[in-house]
């Protein structure tokens, strides 16, 4: 069965610092990867995803992840957090394999960002 | 903007009423799910229904009832709800073949059970 593991329910940065948010699959084939953000009231948005290909993903708003197979890590990046990157964030797997395939949801990181 | 649309996007109904929620997309997609969240949670599958047909039931009380009337349409009927159905409810899109679980969501809608 597919897991996902986000280290730290809370991170807050200081506006213009790195942002990095960490998650960790637990797969024996490494799966599709995601992140979704959620901004307050809101639905989720895909920030980015990793299907295939190279390792490092670019995704809206000034987001990053790299795929790190050997680490079994998938984890969010920004260079400068803006206040508007203030919001929860959630990362996702899809299992390459098997029949009944869900999206497996991670449990969250609410990022806060400080002036 | 988003390509999924849900109505209504905010919901108050008493224990004995009987309302649904709709979404709807128009992206061609052939899979439609229902997840409901629970404030600071990752979103929970209700359901999925793929080709029009109901494909995956987490198990989800009666009360809640998914219909499916055509590609485009998803619709969750609501009966007899508790308290602790209050909730963000999601509605998402997907392909079917070569899906890699890219999921287009709604904004959802907020139910709140009296």
Sequence with gaps: AQSVTQLGSH?????GALVL?????????????????????????LLLKYTTGATLVKGINGFE????????SFHLTKPSAHMSDAAEYFCAVWPKIGSARQLTFGSGTQLTVLP | ???????????????????????????????????????????ELMFV?????LSINESVP????????????LNLHLH??????????????????QNTGELFFGEGSRLTVL
């Design chain 2, 62 to 73: 009666s009360r809640f009832s998914p219909e499916c009337p055509n590609s485009s349409l």
């Design chain 1, 65 to 72: 992840a790299e795929f790190k197979k050997s680490e079994t």
């Design chain 2, 80 to 97: 007899a709800l508790q308290p602790e159905d209050s909730a963000l409810y999601l509605c998402a899109s997907s392909r079917v073949g």
């Design chain 2, 1 to 43: 903007d988003t390509e999924v649309t849900q109505t209504p996007k905010h919901l108050v109904m008493g224990m004995t009423n009987k309302k649904s929620l709709k979404c709807e997309q128009h992206m061609g997609h052939r899979a439609m799910y229902w997840y409901k969240q629970k404030a600071k949670k990752p979103p």
């Design chain 1, 11 to 15: 991170v807050s940065v200081s506006e």
């Design chain 1, 21 to 45: 948010l960490r998650c960790n699959y637990s797969s024996s084939v490494p799966p599709y990867l995601f992140w979704y953000v959620q901004y307050p009231n809101q639905g989720l948005q």
């Design chain 2, 49 to 53: 229904y793929s080709y029009e047909k």
